[in-house]
Antibody, heavy 124, light 108 residues
Framework: QVQLQESGPGLVKPSQTLSLICTVS??????????WSWIRQHPGKGLEWIGY???????YYNPSLKSRVTISADTSKNQFSLKLSSVTAADTAVYYC????????????????WGQGTLVTVSS | EIVLTQSPGTLSLSPGERATLSCRAS???????LAWYQQKPGQAPRLLIY???SRATGIPDRFSGSGSGTGFTLTISRLEPEDFAVYYC?????????FGQGTKVEIK
């Protein structure tokens, strides 16, 4: 069973870069089968997909965030990370890392595994 | 970009009643790329349904999904106390993944 755990600062100043790490256990990020993803949830609001990295190193980002987002992986530590630059108060949210099953040409098996989430507040 | 609109925003029902939640897409989508999640306060979402109608591992059979094209439905046949939560639909697009805004199922 794959388990994920987010870590990183809970408070980031405006204009700085938000950096989070997701540590994966029970599965290897360097093998196929999952899109290693970041998803956020603004307080009291719905879910917003940020992007993912695949084992090949390919990345896909939400077009609305693409200019500020970088997702990378450290296979030696079985971790993947999120960097979001030039943050504002609008980036205050709970950030989840998650593992989404690999999609075939006809279907996707869903986002199977989620971290517990970590609240990041952007404030001076 | 495909927009998913869920209705109603809030559903007030009693335990034992049937819940019917709707998810409408702004354009036709493949049912294979439509999923449903349940989220309880303070918890991460949990996958319920994928491919519009396939239950995820361990999900009780009182949860069922249906639909195609632009209209999808999540049905909970008989609400149990633990089913009161917020439900989200999600679409896997070729360029972006999108979520609906959620339907809250609350105790009447």
């Amino acid at each position: 069973q794959v388990q994920l755990q987010e870590s990183g600062p809970g408070l980031v100043k405006p204009s700085q870069t938000l950096s989070l790490i997701c540590t994966v256990s029970g599965g290897s990020i360097s093998s196929g089968g999952y899109y290693w993803s970041w998803i956020r949830q603004h307080p009291g609001k719905g879910l917003e997909w940020i992007g993912y990295i695949y084992y090949s190193g390919s990345t896909y980002y939400n077009p609305s965030l693409k200019s500020r987002v970088t997702i990378s992986a450290d296979t030696s530590k079985n971790q993947f990370s999120l960097k979001l630059s030039s943050v504002t108060a609008a980036d205050t949210a709970v950030y989840y890392c998650a593992a989404a099953g690999y999609c075939s040409s006809t279907s996707c098996p869903g986002i199977d595994y989620w971290g517990q989430g970590t609240l990041v507040t952007v404030s001076s | 970009e495909i927009v998913l609109t869920q209705s109603p925003g809030t559903l007030s029902l009693s335990p034992g009643e049937r819940a019917t939640l709707s998810c409408r897409a702004s354009q036709s989508v493949s049912s294979g790329y439509l999923a449903w999640y349940q989220q309880k306060p303070g918890q991460a979402p949990r996958l319920l349904i994928y491919g519009a109608s396939s239950r995820a591992t361990g999900i009780p059979d009182r949860f069922s999904g249906s639909g195609s094209g632009t209209g999808f439905t999540l049905t909970i046949s008989r609400l149990e106390p633990e089913d009161f939560a917020v439900y989200y639909c999600q679409h896997y697009g070729s360029l972006t993944w999108t979520f609906g805004q959620g339907t809250k199922v609350e105790i009447k």
